[in-house]
C-alpha cells in the first residue's frame, strides 16, 4: 500500500508538473517525506551505475546513457530532476510500477558529490564513476578534499560489490581508492570498504570492489601552463611533494607521490586525441583478455562534435563505465561517433563572426574557466571575449568572488584577444581581478547593466565573439544579446 | 608627512603560497605590493615554502592564508622549526595577516575531526575543535580596531574554538543563514588572524590601508603609478557588497 501511495502520488505530481512545464524533484521530495523508506521497498533491476564528481556528470551520462540505449539497454536517467536523492526518488518512482518495481534494465544516476553517501544508504549502486575532484563551488564544497571524504563515506555506503570506474589522472580520485585499498599490479586496486572486509582481503577469499582507470594520454597535449594555483603540487594523502611526469590540465597527469604509494595507475580504457576532433581509445591488453573480446585494433577512433580536453575525460569515462556493464569498447565507440550532445556546454551564438560561441563554465569552479580560457586563445583568431559574473548560483545565494583570483586571466593577455567585455552586478569585483592581471587595461570594457551589452558589443567587438558564463547567468546574457532561445 | 624621492624597500614574506592556498589568497599580497607601491615603496616579495630556509629577520609583513584541514597540519610540521623566531617577530610588533584555517597555527592545538589533537604553535591562549561539517558564509563584521565595517566569506571546517582571548570581528550573517551572530578571528599585536577566506585585503579597502599604514608608517614617496584604477573598482565593488550584505 505504502509503494503504491508513493508512486501515485509520484507519478501524479510528476505528470502535473509536466503539464506546467516543470521537471522538478518535488514529486520524489513529496514522496520521500511521506514515505522515508519507500526507496527501500522497490524492487530495483540489477544494474545501478552511479555518476558523480565535480565536472561533467551531466555530460558524461548523457554519453553513458546513449551507449547504453544504442545497445538495447532498457535505461533510467535522473537528467531532470536533480542530483540528490529527491532526484533519484522522483526517477524510480516516476518509472515503477504500481507494485513497486522499476520498469528499467539499467538506471544512470547522477549524483551530487556531497550527497552521494546519502542516496547510497537508500539506492546501492552496482558501478560507481567518479569523474573529477576540482575547487567548484566552494561556498558550498569546502573544498575538494572534504569532498574526497564524503565520498569515501559514499564508497563505504555503496558497499562491498561496487565496481568503482576511476579517474587515474587525478590524484584526488585516486586517493579515493588508495585510502582503503591495496595497490597491486596492473592497477587494479582492490578496495576494501570495511573492517571485516580488510581481514578477507588478507585471506585467500577476497571479495574485492574492482576498480577500472580511465584517463587521457599526453600525445598531442601541449604541456597546460600553471595557473594561480597548483592542486597537484602536494600529495593528497600525505602533503608530500608531488612529482609529475606529465600534465594534461590542472592537477591531471602523471604523477606519483614523492613519499608515500600514490601515483597514477595505468588506465585500463585510455583516450588519445588526434588530429581536430578524432580521439582514439585504447584498452589495455589484460583487460581485453578479461574480457575475452575479439577485437580486430586495441585502437578505436572516435569523431567528437566538441573536441576539447574535458570531453576526453568524458567520452573515456562513458566507454569505461559501458565496458564495466559489459559493453565492448567498440560498441561503445560505434554509438559515440559523430554524437552530438544536447546539454553541450558549448552554444554557438549568431553575433561577430560566423563562429561566435557562448562556452558554459560554472562560475565558482576556475577549473572550467581555465579551460575554456585556454581554448580560446587555443583558436588563434582575432576574437572578443565577453566575460559575464551576475548571479553567482542559480540554487542559492553568495556574494562570495574569491574564486575569481583563483581563475587565470593571464591567458586573455594574447595579441589575438582584441576586447575583453566584464559584465553583470559583479564587473567591479571582475574589474579589479582583471587590473591585477597581465591584460592590457585598454582593451577592457566594463557593462554593469546587461541591458547595455549589446550597444557595447556593436560598438566594440571584433571578430569571434566568445562569451563565457555560467548557467546561472546563461539566459540573462541571451536576452542581452537579443538572442532567442 | 615626509615626501621623499628615494624608495622605502619593503620586504612582504609570504608563507607557502603552493600549500595555503585555498580561496585566491594571493590576491592579499598582490593587493598590498599594489598599495605599498602606490604610496611609492619597493616591493619585494619573498615566497618560502615547505622545506625552505625562511628568513624572518628582515621582512616587514608576513602573510599566510588558508589549506585545507591536512594541508594545515603539513604547515604546522614544517613551520614548528620557526617557532620562537615567528613568536619573537609577532611580539616585535611585525605586522602579520593570517587568514582562514591558518590563524589556528597561533593557537595551543587543533584536535581535528577524528578527534586526534595536534599540538600548535601556542602564541595565544585558545585551542579549536574541528568537526567533519563544513561552516560556508557570506558574513558583515565590525571590526574592534577600525571604525569601518568588514566583508568576507567564511569558509571552515565546523566546529568552535575555546579560550578566553580579544575577539576582533563581531560577524554578523546574512539573514537564514545557518551561523549565528559571534565574534571571531584574532588579534595580537600588529598580527591579525581570521576565518573570513580569500583576498580579505582586496575586498575590504579599510583593511588595505590598515596594514599599509603600520607597514609603510607616514613615508609618501613620488608616487609612480597615481592612475591606478584598481582601487577604484576594489572600492565600488566594497560598496556593493557593504549594501547586499
Ligand atoms: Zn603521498
Known amino acids: 500500500m505504502k509503494v503504491f501511495l508513493a508512486v501515485f502520488i509520484c507519478k501524479t505530481l510528476y505528470f502535473l508538473g509536466k503539464r506546467v512545464g516543470k521537471g522538478s524533484s518535488l514529486p520524489g521530495k513529496v514522496a520521500l517525506r511521506l514515505f522515508p523508506d519507500v526507496l527501500g521497498c522497490l524492487s530495483l533491476p540489477d544494474m545501478i551505475i552511479a555518476v558523480t564528481g565535480s565536472n561533467g556528470k551531466t555530460t558524461t551520462s548523457e554519453l553513458i546513457v546513449r551507449v547504453l540505449k544504442a545497445n538495447g539497454r532498457n535505461v533510467g536517467w535522473n537528467y531532470e530532476g536533480s542530483n540528490q536523492t529527491e532526484g533519484v526518488a522522483t526517477l524510480l518512482l516516476r518509472i515503477a510500477s504500481f507494485s513497486g518495481k522499476v520498469k528499467r534494465d539499467t538506471i544512470v544516476m547522477v549524483c551530487d558529490e556531497r550527497y552521494a553517501k546519502w542516496i547510497f544508504k537508500k539506492v546501492r549502486p552496482t558501478v560507481l564513476l567518479v569523474t573529477n575532484l576540482c575547487r567548484d563551488q566552494l561556498t558550498r564544497n569546502g573544498h575538494p578534499e572534504f569532498v574526497e571524504d564524503c565520498l569515501r563515506e559514499a564508497i563505504e555506503a555503496a558497499g562491498e560489490g561496487v565496481q568503482l570506474v576511476l579517474n587515474a589522472d587525478d590524484p584526488y580520485v585516486a586517493a579515493l581508492a588508495f585510502w582503503s585499498g591495496e595497490t597491486q599490479d596492473r592497477g587494479t586496486v582492490h578496495l576494501s570498504c570495511n573492517k571485516s572486509l580488510q581481514t578477507k582481503l588478507r585471506t585467500d577469499e577476497p571479495s574485492p570492489c574492482l576498480v577500472s582507470w580511465f584517463g587521457v594520454s599526453p600525445d598531442n597535449i601541449a604541456p597546460p601552463r600553471m595557473g594561480m594555483y597548483d592542486d597537484g603540487a602536494f600529495c593528497p594523502v600525505c602533503k608530500a611533494r608531488m612529482v609529475y611526469k606529465y600534465r594534461i590540465a590542472g592537477h591531471y597527469g602523471s604523477y606519483s607521490c614523492s613519499s608515500c604509494r600514490l601515483k597514477r595507475n595505468e588506465p585500463d580504457v585510455e583516450v588519445a586525441i588526434q588530429d581536430r576532433g578524432t580521439v582514439h581509445l585504447s584498452c589495455n591488453k589484460s583487460l581485453q583478455t578479461k574480457l575475452r573480446t575479439d577485437e580486430p585494433s586495441p585502437c578505436l577512433a572516435l569523431k567528437i562534435k566538441q573536441p576539447s580536453i574535458t570531453n576526453a575525460y568524458n567520452y573515456c569515462a562513458a566507454v569505461a563505465v559501458a565496458e564495466a556493464v559489459g559493453v565492448s569498447v567498440s560498441d561503445s565507440v560505434k554509438a559515440l561517433d559523430n554524437y552530438e550532445l544536447t546539454g553541450g556546454r558549448v552554444i554557438s551564438l549568431p553575433v561577430g563572426g560566423s563562429d561566435s560561441l557562448l562556452l558554459l563554465s560554472k562560475h565558482e569552479n576556475s577549473f572550467a574557466y581555465d579551460c575554456s580560457l585556454s581554448w580560446i586563445v587555443q583558436q588563434k583568431k582575432p576574437c572578443t571575449v565577453i566575460v559575464l559574473v551576475d548571479a553567482i548560483s542559480r540554487k542559492y545565494y553568495t556574494s562570495e568572488t574569491s574564486w575569481l583570483w583563483d581563475i587565470d586571466f593571464d591567458l586573455l593577455a594574447d595579441d589575438n584577444v582584441k576586447c575583453i567585455i566584464l559584465a553583470g552586478r559583479y564587473v567591479n569585483e571582475l574589474a579589479a581581478r582583471f587590473a591585477m592581471s597581465a591584460v592590457d587595461q585598454t582593451k577592457i570594457k566594463y557593462v554593469a547593466d546587461l541591458s547595455g551589452l549589446s550597444v557595447c558589443l556593436d560598438r566594440n567587438g571584433s571578430g569571434s565573439i566568445y562569451a563565457v558564463t555560467c548557467f546561472s547567468d546563461k539566459t540573462k546574457l541571451l536576452k542581452a544579446l537579443y538572442i532567442k532561445q | ?245
Open chain 2, 1 to 245: 608627512m615626509n615626501k621623499n624621492n628615494t624608495l622605502k624597500k619593503i620586504k612582504i614574506l609570504y608563507l607557502y603560497p603552493d600549500l595555503m592556498n585555498l580561496y585566491g589568497d594571493w590576491g592579499n599580497v598582490a593587493a598590498l605590493e599594489r598599495e605599498l607601491v602606490y604610496r611609492g615603496c619597493e616591493v619585494i616579495i619573498d615566497r618560502k615554502s615547505v622545506g625552505d630556509d625562511i628568513d624572518f629577520d628582515n621582512s616587514d609583513f608576513t602573510y599566510i592564508g588558508s589549506g585545507t584541514e591536512r594541508s594545515q597540519l603539513a604547515c604546522m610540521r614544517d613551520l614548528m622549526r620557526y617557532k620562537d623566531v615567528l613568536t619573537e617577530r609577532i611580539n616585535a610588533e611585525v605586522p602579520m595577516l593570517a587568514t582562514g584555517n591558518s590563524h589556528e597555527l597561533f593557537g595551543q592545538a587543533v584536535t581535528d575531526s577524528g578527534g586526534v589533537r595536534h599540538e600548535m604553535m601556542g602564541l595565544l591562549d585558545f585551542e579549536t575543535v574541528q568537526l567533519n561539517t563544513r561552516i560556508t558564509e557570506d558574513c558583515l563584521c565590525e571590526c574592534s580596531f577600525l571604525t569601518d565595517k568588514v566583508i568576507g566569506f567564511i569558509n571552515r571546517a565546523g566546529g568552535e574554538q575555546k579560550g578566553d582571548i580579544e575577539r576582533p570581528f563581531s560577524v554578523f550573517p546574512r539573514e537564514g543563514a545557518g551561523y549565528p551572530a559571534c565574534t571571531e578571528g584574532i588579534k595580537y599585536k600588529n598580527q591579525l588572524g581570521t576565518y573570513l577566506t580569500g583576498p580579505v585585503l582586496v575586498r575590504n579597502p579599510p583593511l588595505l590601508s590598515y596594514f599599509a599604514d603600520i607597514i609603510a608608517g607616514e613615508f609618501v614617496g613620488e608616487s609612480i603609478k597615481r592612475d591606478d584604477m584598481f582601487f577604484e573598482y576594489q572600492q565600488k565593488a566594497y560598496e556593493s557588497a557593504l549594501a547586499v550584505l
